[in-house]
């Protein structure tokens, strides 16, 4: 018998290759169709014998040969699977030794991983940019609603004073003690005056 050929003992050689490795061993091409084949025969063994000794044996073989190939093609699965994750970071894995299938998969998961790192990370940030000018514009509307407000309380002008003036009481009874570039609130008769005298000038809110 070839020493490559599929047999339980092979299969327990490349499951070490694989856990001692944290890269992909070299298999034979056919090595997914020759343990499918090696299973079948197993399995065409089974049916034929009459033993029931035999029928134990070969029943044990079939069920760790199994587990041997699950082994196997998972450890090959992980390390496929952060090969793909490495080359879509920017990575260069190797891929020297996958089969055509194991490539199917790394090609299929590295076109997923792009995809979605393109879509969760592109619609954060639309999401974040839209979150941030939504706050702006109602930041806006509240100070446009806010001095709308001020305007509908407070229907008396205000003024910014040009010059200091000593302290005097307005037509208000109220006293008054303005300082150049005081911002105030007046009535309308003291702020035609003061206006008049360029006191002060009116602003436009």
Not at 44 to 58: G, H, M, N, P
Not at 140 to 160: A, G, Y
């Amino acid at each position: 018998m070839d020493e490559d050929e599929i047999s339980y003992r092979v299969l327990r050689k490349i499951q070490k290759q694989e856990q001692n490795s944290p890269k992909l061993s070299e298999l034979k091409h056919l090595f997914y169709k020759d343990v499918s084949e090696y299973l079948n025969s197993l399995k065409d063994r089974l049916k034929e014998e009459t033993s029931t000794q035999k029928q134990k044996i070969l029943e044990e073989e079939i069920k760790n040969t199994k587990k041997i190939f699950l082994s196997i093609y998972e450890q090959r699965e992980k390390k496929i699977l952060l090969a793909a994750i490495s080359k879509a970071r920017g990575g260069k894995p190797s891929i020297e030794h996958m089969k055509e299938l194991e490539k199917e998969l790394f090609e299929k998961t590295l076109e997923t991983i792009n995809n979605s790192r393109t879509k969760i990370l592109m619609k954060g940030n639309k999401s974040e940019n839209k979150i941030i000018e939504e706050k702006k514009n109602d930041d806006i509307e509240n100070k446009k609603k806010e001095v709308s407000s001020n305007k509908t309380k407070n229907k008396n002008p205000i003024v910014r004073i040009k010059n200091g003036v000593p302290e005097f009481i307005g037509t208000d009874k109220k006293k008054y003690r303005l300082n150049k570039n005081d911002i105030i609130s007046i009535s309308p008769d003291i702020c035609k005056i003061l206006c008049k005298r360029d006191i002060s000038e009116k602003i436009e809110i």
